[in-house]
């Protein structure tokens, strides 16, 4: 793979400081821009095209979202991703709505950082278990919804225990602390549930968990 070229767009400089060293590590990137607000960012992009743009929507002179759509509407293939301390769905929403590819918290792990730019610059995307449960919050509320193949799914109790709460978007590890088992046995009751609804993802399993009175939204 040829290098990705990378922006990053944050008005915080220690936090851009220690997202350029997090990510320093991988040989596959190419840091070209390193920007403090969405004016400064576009004014760079200009001359100097990044493949993937890390940045953040809470920013000023210019924040985020009107960067996205800007960016969106003038350098099309750059893949944007917002990395945000923000967690609400209209955010998430706007954002996606607006252009970007994808939507990270700044908590996430070195290594979906990674993954998501990556994704987003091979495949124009990105989407975790977060982002994809708003998504499907937002389908569901505005009766897009199509009909899922769901098998006839017979889930005990333990089941529509995780269910709930992957539904109401806990971590692996959360549930585990939640319900006071081992990491490994509740990615166990997570495949399980995949393969009971007949789902592929987690947005799936929002789906069938809201159709059959699991959850409310």
């Known amino acids: 793979m040829d290098l990705i070229k990378l922006a990053i767009a ?15 590590d991988y040989v ?12 400064d960012l576009i004014a760079q992009i200009t001359n100097n095209k990044p493949d993937v743009i890390l940045m953040d929507i ?45 939507y990270l918290l700044k908590n996430a792990e070195p290594e979906e950082i990674l993954d998501a730019i990556v994704t987003a610059h091979t495949k124009g995307f990105y989407f975790n278990d977060n982002l994809s449960v708003t998504m499907a919050k937002e389908l569901l509320g505005a009766n897009f919804m199509h009909r899922l193949h769901e098998k006839d799914a017979r889930l005990n109790e333990r089941e529509i225990e995780v269910l709930k709460l992957i539904c109401e978007e806990y971590c692996n590890t959360e549930i585990a602390d939640k319900l006071f088992l081992s990491v490994r046995t509740v990615e166990g009751y997570r495949t399980r549930l ?22 409310t939204i």
Not at 78 to 85: D, E, G, Q
């Open 58 to 102: 809470k920013m000023p002179e210019m924040d985020g979202m009107q960067a996205i759509t800007y960016i969106h509407q003038h350098f099309s293939d750059t893949k944007i991703l917002v990395l945000s301390m923000h967690n609400e769905d209209k955010y998430i929403l706007n954002a996606m709505r607006l252009g970007a590819s994808g």
């Open 10 to 24: 944050d008005d915080h400089k220690i936090f851009r400081e220690g997202l350029k060293f997090t990510l320093e």
């Open 194 to 215: 995949l393969e009971k609804i007949g789902s592929k993802n987690v947005a799936g399993l929002v789906m069938y968990a809201v159709k059959n009175g699991i959850v």
């Open 28 to 39: 596959q990137l190419n840091l070209i821009i390193e920007a403090t607000d969405g004016k």
